[in-house]
T-cell receptor, first 116, second 114 residues
Framework: EAQVTQNPRYLITVTGKKLTVTCSQNMNHEYMSWYRQDPGLGLRQIYYSMNVEVTDKGDVPEGYKVSRKEKRNFPLILESPSPNQTSLYFC???????????????FGPGTRLLVL | GQQLNQSPQSMFIQEGEDVSMNCTSSSIFNTWLWYKQDPGEGPVLLIALYKAGELTSNGRLTAQFGITRKDSFLNISASIPSDVGIYFCAGQVAGGTSYGKLTFGQGTILTVHP
């Protein structure tokens, strides 16, 4: 089954304790992206990757890091989480190029993070 | 960064009514997308628009890419209870270093009363 998986789905942590949210896709997609969703603000893009070893900042990259060492994985790293990073996080993947582009991206189920 | 204003923020309608929502941008986009998010799920793509003036349908859903490339509209006809959810517009700029960036609107929360 074609899917984007995220782990963990729920996480409670404390300020300053480094954490990683994993994202994996099995569709051989080149494009992957991370978003955070907050009430009244919609989804905001954190980082995206057009291909392996290529990453770029989205609209809200501060406080986050990503890496793309393999095509299928795109982990999101919070080196020193703060309470304002409490949010619902979505990973997405999609093909690049052609009329489909990354417009037809598929979203994971989400990771709900609470930073105390 | 770019701003997308989506309205209305929420709608409460009766089953069978038609629904309209729209997004406006301060910048030009070359692609407009409409997503729906069900509770506890990630967004799912409904309609993608690639050319100014384009009108595209997907069942009871119709979306249009504004002529100015700064706006888009989504209409849902004859609403049913399963249309409940949050609807998001999203825009993608043309080429260059920002090709992978996608900007979302704030969302429209739709409630349908049977």
């Amino acid at each position: 089954e074609a899917q984007v998986t995220q782990n963990p789905r729920y996480l409670i942590t404390v300020t300053g304790k480094k954490l990683t949210v994993t994202c994996s896709q099995n569709m051989n997609h080149e494009y992957m992206s991370w978003y955070r969703q907050d009430p009244g603000l919609g989804l905001r893009q954190i980082y995206y990757s057009m291909n392996v070893e290529v990453t770029d900042k989205g609209d809200v990259p501060e406080g986050y890091k990503v890496s793309r060492k393999e095509k299928r994985n795109f982990p999101l790293i919070l080196e020193s989480p703060s309470p304002n990073q409490t949010s619902l996080y979505f990973c997405a993947s999609g093909p690049t190029g052609g009329p489909g582009g990354q417009e037809t991206q598929y979203f994971g189920p989400g990771t709900r993070l609470l930073v105390l | 960064g770019q701003q997308l204003n989506q309205s209305p923020q929420s709608m409460f309608i009766q089953e069978g009514e038609d629904v309209s929502m729209n997004c406006t941008s301060s910048s030009i986009f070359n692609t407009w997308l409409w997503y729906k998010q069900d509770p506890g799920e990630g967004p799912v793509l409904l309609i993608a628009l690639y050319k100014a003036g384009e009108l595209t349908s997907n069942g009871r859903l119709t979306a249009q890419f504004g002529i100015t490339r700064k706006d888009s509209f989504l209409n849902i006809s004859a609403s049913i209870p399963s249309d409940v959810g949050i609807y998001f517009c999203a825009g993608q700029v043309a080429g260059g270093t920002s090709y992978g960036k996608l900007t979302f609107g704030q969302g429209t929360i739709l409630t349908v009363h049977p």
